[in-house]
């Protein structure tokens, strides 16, 4: 089980756009807007599933840093465990 309280590292993250890397085949894009013990609630979000898509996960996250993020979310809660790697959306390189 999490902590009630996020590491100092992911609580700085709150309130910024960022790709939430998850075990699955899916990735989600969008503001965080709030650490809770087992989820992660995004707003303004896409959460995609690669399964529908052709694109892989590096193309169409980059896509997304070029293009925008395509909202399809008002709202939407991941859970932590499911989670395998939390970035800035604006640390994304462009190469």
Do not use: K, W
Request: aromatic residues 8%; negative net charge; charged residues 25%.
């Amino acid at each position: 089980m999490y902590p009630p309280d996020p590491p100092p590292e992911l609580a700085d993250l709150v309130g910024q756009v960022v790709v939430l890397d998850l075990r699955s085949t899916y990735v989600c894009l969008g503001t965080l807007a709030a650490i809770g013990p087992l989820f992660f609630a995004m707003a303004d979000a896409d959460l995609h599933d690669f399964r529908d898509s052709s694109a892989t996960r590096e193309v169409y996250v980059y896509d997304s840093a070029r293009l925008g993020i395509r909202r399809n979310r008002a709202s939407v809660l991941v859970r932590r465990d499911e989670v395998v790697a939390v970035a800035r959306f604006a640390d994304i390189l462009e190469s």
